[in-house]
Every structure is written in structure tokens, then in C-alpha cells.
């Protein structure tokens, strides 16, 4: 072949490398999120941040609402691996049940981020990296806040999140080692109101029908059952914040607006705005850079001390 040939095809191989190269850096990133389902005002502002983000920066989030149930996510993470996304994140509703999907994410060659919620597996080589808040650190920091509030003695009954939920899990033992150090601080009674107002409401009444006054403290794993508690308790002629003290967590704005009128006396922040750090978590994993394999947001504690000067500039 003579040397003008050997060039021109050179040439033509170069600019087909190229084109290729400029269609896919011109192309959207694709993204498929599975999310737990929308069971908490702290899960709508979490899946809001997820999409608001991506629209932002152009990223073709698929979008999958898990409706409370495990296999709905591993369904759809199948979906995404057939799709072909660039990346998957996954908030995972429970714990275990994970390994089998994620080895599929993984022979395919596509990165999975777990968000919000952690999982207990044997291989952490299956996902890319976490990025979440520290549940147990959340459950002792209300544990301390309200041994010193009550000086140590009181009765509690707590309302429990998702069964085998890493928040429920972390939130209840850590709540439970720190407040074991007070003899006069005794849990009687736990029950699971699934993180949803409704299942706080209706495990108040109960927990009031069955013990009447014999409690005078709720812990509850999150502000949407603490505002459904403080509802039950209106309905049953008790001040909530007054004559049950009101421990919860999230900080979600309208449970900042309740310790601010007295309604709920502490809750612990846990931020649910995860999109911008996610996206820009995926973008470094698909560029070969190395990410933190677990990183936490600092959240902190809202009482009555702080809740009114922390409302105006709440995002969620
Ligand atoms: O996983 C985070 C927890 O899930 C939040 O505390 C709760 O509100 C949500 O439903």
C-alpha cells in the first residue's frame, strides 16, 4: 500500500476515534437512582435534592420509587443495569439482601454509590462508596440531650423506624448504650411506626391506651413520627412537649417549627440534601479519581435554645 494511502486511512481512523470521543463527552451522564419509596417528609425533600440536582446539571436521572419494599429496589437496579446506566445509587431500604444485585452492578462494570442508608455485606468491593449521615451518632447524641435534660430519670416508650432499617437499627442501639449508664432511665415499651406520621399517630395511641400516664418521654426515630405521636397525644387531652417530653430526629423543618412553640423538645439534624454531593461523587468514580469509601455529613442538635434563630434559614 503506498504511503498516502496508509496515511489517509490513518486519518480517517483518527477522526472516527474522535467523533466517538466528542459524542460521548457530549452525552448526558445516566444515572439511575433506586430510593426507598416516600414515606417521611425527610424522603420527599431527599428525593427532591436528587432531582432538582441532576435537572441542573443535565444528568438523565432514572428515577425509581422503590414504595417501601426491597425487592422493588433490586428490580429496579436490574433495570438499571439493563439500561446501561453510567452509575447507580441506591438508598437502601434494609440492611441486608444486598450481595446478589450488587455482584450483577458489578460484572457489568457499573460503580453503585449507596446513599443515605448503609448495608451489612461481606464484600465492600461491591459498591463504590457511601455517603450518609452517622445514625449512631444521631441516637447518642438524643440519648445524652435528654439524660441531661431530665437529670437521668424518666419513663420511655420509643417509636421505632423500618424494621431492619440501618437508622432504626443504629438510632435504637445507640440510644439504648446511652442511656444505659442512668439507671432511672427505662424504656417500656418499642414498637415500629415504619418513619411514617400515620405509624407514629397510631403507635401513641396505642402505647397511651395501654399505659396511660406511665410514661412521660417519647423517642422517636424520626420527625415524622414524633409529630404524629404529638398528634395522638393532642387527641388524648396531653400537651405534647409538656407533659410527654418529645425526643426526635431528622430536624425537619415544620418539627424545627414545633420545638420553637414548645411541641417537641430536641431533635437531632439529619440532612437529607444529598444530590449535589452524590453527582459530584459519581463524576470523580467515572473519572478514575479515588473517593472516601464512607463520609458523613456533621449534623447537629436543635432545642429550645436554638430552634427560633435556625428557622429562617432552613433549606428543608
Ligand atoms: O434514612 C433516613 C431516615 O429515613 C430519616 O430519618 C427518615 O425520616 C427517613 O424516612
Known sequence: MKTTSVLRL???????????LATAADKPLKIGFAQTGAESDWRTANSESMKSEAARRGIDLKFSDGQGKQENQIRAVRSFITQGVDAIVIAPIVETGWDPVLREAKRAKIPVILTDRSIQTSDESLFACFIGSDFYEEGRMAADWLAKKVDGKGTIVELQG?????????????????????????????????????????????FIKKHGRNFNIVYAHNDSMALGAAQAMDEAGLKPGKDI???????MRAAVQAVAA????????????????????????????????????KDELIDETNAAKLLPTRQY
Open 10 to 20: 490513518l486519518l480517517a481512523g483518527l477522526a472516527a476515534t474522535l467523533t466517538t
Open 245 to 251: 417530653l418529645i425526643v426526635s430526629i431528622d430536624a
Open 162 to 206: 423500618t424494621p431492619g432499617s440501618a437508622p432504626a437499627n443504629e438510632r435504637r442501639k445507640a440510644f439504648a448504650e446511652g442511656i444505659a449508664k442512668y439507671p432511672g432511665l427505662k424504656i417500656i415499651d418499642s414498637q415500629s411506626g415504619n418513619f411514617e406520621l400515620s405509624g407514629g399517630k397510631q403507635v401513641m395511641e396505642a
Open 262 to 297: 414548645g411541641r417537641i423538645n430536641c431533635t437531632v439534624e439529619c440532612n437529607p440534601l444529598f444530590g449535589p454531593k452524590v453527582y459530584d461523587t459519581v463524576v470523580k468514580i467515572l473519572a478514575g479519581e479515588t473517593v472516601p469509601k464512607k463520609s458523613y455529613n
